[in-house]
C-alpha cells in the first residue's frame, strides 16, 4: 500500500505543470521568432526590400526598406508628369534579358 500512497504522490506534484507551461512557452517563442525572421520587413536584416500592395489599384502602396530605414509611398489621382527627355530604347531579348540603346 506504501507503494501506491508514493506514486500518488508524484502525480500530484506542482513543479511537473510549471515546467509543462513554460515548453508551450518555449515553443510559442521559437515561433514567433521565425514568423519574424521569415518576414521580407525583418527589422534584423540589412537588405534592400520593396514590397507592393495592391498594385495597379487605387490605394497601391510600395514600402521600401534599406537597412533600418523604412519609406513608405502612396498611390495617388494624380498623373505623374517630367521634364524629362528620351535618351533611347530598350529591347527585351527572347532570353528576358534587356538591352538598352541610347540615341
Given at each position: 500500500m506504501?507503494?501506491?500512497?508514493?506514486?500518488?504522490?508524484?502525480?500530484?506534484?506542482?513543479m511537473?505543470?510549471?515546467?509543462?507551461?513554460?515548453?508551450?512557452?518555449?515553443?510559442?517563442?521559437?515561433?514567433?521568432?521565425?514568423?519574424?525572421?521569415?518576414n521580407?520587413?525583418?527589422?534584423?536584416?540589412?537588405?534592400?526590400?520593396?514590397?507592393?500592395?495592391?498594385?495597379g489599384?487605387?490605394?497601391?502602396?510600395?514600402?521600401?526598406k534599406?537597412?533600418?530605414?523604412?519609406?513608405?509611398?502612396?498611390?495617388?489621382d494624380?498623373?505623374?508628369?517630367?521634364?524629362?527627355?528620351?535618351?533611347?530604347?530598350?529591347?527585351?531579348?527572347?532570353?528576358?534579358?534587356?538591352?538598352?540603346?541610347?540615341?
Open positions: 506504501s507503494h501506491r500512497f508514493l506514486d500518488l504522490e508524484e502525480d500530484d506534484d506542482p511537473l505543470s510549471v515546467v509543462n507551461v513554460i515548453d508551450v512557452f518555449l515553443v510559442l517563442i521559437a515561433i514567433l521568432l521565425i514568423i519574424v525572421a521569415s521580407p520587413l525583418n527589422p534584423f536584416s540589412e537588405e534592400r526590400v520593396v514590397v507592393v500592395t495592391n498594385p489599384e487605387d490605394n497601391m502602396t510600395m514600402t521600401i534599406e537597412g533600418s530605414e523604412l519609406t513608405r509611398y502612396e498611390s495617388s494624380e498623373i505623374g508628369e517630367g521634364q524629362g527627355v528620351r535618351a533611347g530604347v530598350t529591347y527585351r531579348l527572347p532570353d528576358g534579358s534587356f538591352v538598352y540603346v541610347p540615341e
